[in-house]
């Protein structure tokens, strides 16, 4: 979706066409939801490993890149082809380590790290990186930073010139071969395991631990759900008898709903907006706006104190670059009421309020661009252009069709093969009897001759005494 968003704002704010056009955007788009739902993405969970594969991992997120990329680690060698099993259930632990970092809140590419040390014919596993390589190419192609090459046999060299040439340009680009020293140009050696020669002691183990948690607590968050926003949502009562007094908002907030920014093009600053808010009680209201995308508004103020009958104003700007994804934030203003008159750190306050005493209203995001939001437009060119797009083939179906092309040569070069063989014996057998038969017509022919001598010789002698007598 963020691809298609992409293709089609650079293409209508500059005229220019990005790397991800629209309609191989929504080919990438349509092929990835279809892999979600057959792959079962979202329903990947604990429960889903073996025991074996959770308490001893050699793939998992450990350490940070020098940019703060997440670090991704495959110990190779230890990864065996012929385990079937296992082999399955690392598929499944790629994909949710991937989609996990895909779907953070700050998102940020990851470096990949192979551990190629001590690795031999029999830890290449071609199905896995095949799959591999359709993950990063066609489900996540925005995901890889490096990936690093650690200490690879030269008896791997001719098995790695095949995998780079199933990789697109960006992504060959990306592979970087290291050794122990070359490595630290990418990561900081307190942030390498120990067995990479790095000085990190976390165990796999509880890193993985960490990773479940968070999907877990991600879960549990009610805070971005997509069902419709309502005006107020109170905490204060779950007595469905409470007065309307203690129902009602002690504040009215505008926008009710939607909080909506223009920008001119997709990378441009927003217009500052604001949300306005009225004390329409007769005691103080503290207040405090959140959002889920910090890095993306800039938000001023973020909390404050509003008298009674007091107006104010919280000014909300979107940064540059953030309008493509805007449309999924959302923002969360907290409000209650301060009984007795306040006049400290209203910071400080709001770290020691019951939060049941605490209002909350939400507010969902939307993007317009020269007054048309971004996702009618995507909408709009998608449906325009679907009956013209023919969905392309992902990576692996091409693979696929190059393996089975190959079994079709290499079985043709074998029956030619047999053909050759058996003509060539035929020729030998042809070329022993003729040689045997030459010699019989020889020998027939010598015998003649010898028998034709021996007549002779008598009949000469004869002449010879003639004379005499």
């Not at 183990?205 to 107020?232: C, G, H, I, W």
């Not at 405090?288 to 909300?316: C, D, F, M, N, W």
């Not at 939307?366 to 437009?377: A, D, F, H, L, Y």
Request: aromatic share 8%.
């Amino acid at each position: 979706q963020r691809r298609v968003r992409e293709a089609v704002v650079s293409t209508q704010s500059t005229g220019k066409t990005c790397r991800f056009t629209l309609e191989k955007s929504f080919n990438m788009m349509s092929e990835s939801l279809k892999w979600r739902k057959s792959f079962g993405v979202n329903d990947i969970s604990k429960t889903s490993f073996s025991e074996e594969l959770l308490t001893d991992p050699y793939l998992y997120f450990k350490g940070y890149g020098k940019h703060g990329e997440p670090l991704l680690i495959w110990d190779v060698r230890r990864h065996k082809k012929n385990n079937t099993a296992l082999n399955a259930e690392m598929k499944k632990l790629l994909a949710f380590l991937l989609d996990r970092r895909e779907g953070a809140k700050e998102y940020q590419k990851v470096i990949m790290l192979f551990n190629m040390s001590g690795c031999g014919l029999s830890n290449i596993d071609y199905d896995f990186i095949k799959y591999l390589i359709s993950l990063l190419t066609e489900y996540y192609p925005d995901i890889l930073d490096n990936l690093l090459v650690f200490e690879m046999p030269r008896l791997l060299s001719a098995a790695w010139t095949i995998i780079k040439n199933m990789l697109d340009e960006d992504s060959r680009d990306a592979i970087k071969f290291v050794n122990k020293s070359e490595v630290l140009e990418y990561v900081d050696k307190d942030q390498l395991p120990i067995s990479l020669g790095g000085t990190n002691e976390a165990a796999a183990a509880n890193v993985m631990e960490n990773d479940f948690q968070s999907l877990a607590d991600k879960k549990q968050v009610t805070f971005t759900q997509q069902s419709p926003p309502r005006r107020t949502t109170s905490t204060t009562s779950s007595d469905s008898k409470a007065s309307p007094e203690k129902n009602m908002s002690p504040l009215v907030i505008t926008p009710q709903e939607t909080l909506t920014f223009s920008v001119q093009q997709s990378n441009s600053e927003s217009l500052p907006q604001s949300i306005k808010m009225t004390n329409n009680r007769e005691v103080q209201v503290a207040y405090k706006v959140k959002t889920t995308a910090p890095e993306h508004y800039r938000v001023k103020p973020t909390v404050g104190l509003i008298e009674p009958g007091q107006e104010i104003e919280v000014s909300v700007q979107l940064t540059p670059g953030s309008a493509v994804t805007a449309s999924r934030d959302r923002f969360l203003v907290q409000c209650t009421p301060i009984t007795a008159p306040f006049k400290g750190d209203i910071t400080e306050y709001w770290r020691s309020v019951e939060q049941g005493k605490v209002t909350e209203h939400r507010l969902r995001c939307k993007v317009v661009m020269n007054g048309s939001p971004i996702e009618e437009k995507v909408d709009h060119l998608m449906n325009n252009s679907m009956h013209a797009i023919t969905p392309a083939p992902n990576v692996a179906d091409r693979l696929l069709a190059i393996e089975n092309k190959l079994k079709s040569i290499e079985q043709k070069a074998e029956a030619t093969h047999r053909q050759t063989r058996n003509t060539l014996v035929i020729i030998q057998i042809f070329l022993v009897v003729s040689l045997v038969y030459i010699s019989y017509l020889l020998y027939q022919e010598y015998n003649l001759l010898q028998e034709s001598i021996a007549a002779e010789a008598p009949a000469a002698q004869t002449e010879q005494l003639k004379p005499e007598l």
